[in-house]
């Protein structure tokens, strides 16, 4: 499969002169020594299918959680999250500046890096409901219990900056 990764996307959309640094999972002393402008996490669940994607907690893989509280706790920062359901990100939120739901996007990310840089406009609305922890499930509106993180239909429409 061909396309661009959305690390690559990143270093051919932001201008030449801004150096775009990878780190994967950096100390929270990492990002505050560098004076970082800003960071971009792009976090989510392992690559799955059919049964192995089944999960109880329906968490953030890996060190992802880490690395949001390493990068978020020390400079601004927006979140991608590569996912193919809502995950508890509840406990990280409100160190989040900026949060994309990028589902599963593929192989082509300049589709995220159209967004995040506001290159084109959008309209990202939630399709389904955002759960604040995996005990509210099954969540749908007008359940008794329903308290979403965010209810379905939460997000944004944008206006592109590109000329096209």
Known sequence: ITGTTILSAIKNTVDK?????YQENPSLDYVKSNEFSYAIVVVGETPY???KGDSLNLTISGDGTQTINNVCGGVK???VLITGRPVVIQPYVDTIDGLVAAWLPGSEGYGVTDVLFG???FSGKLPRTWFKTVDQLP???GDSHYDPLFPF????TTEGNKAT
């Open 77 to 79: 920062c927006v979140v």
């Open 139 to 141: 969540m749908n509106v």
């Open 49 to 51: 299918a059919e049964t």
């Open 119 to 121: 290159d084109y406009g």
């Open 153 to 156: 239909g939460f997000g944004l």
């Open 17 to 21: 002169d801004t150096e775009v640094v």
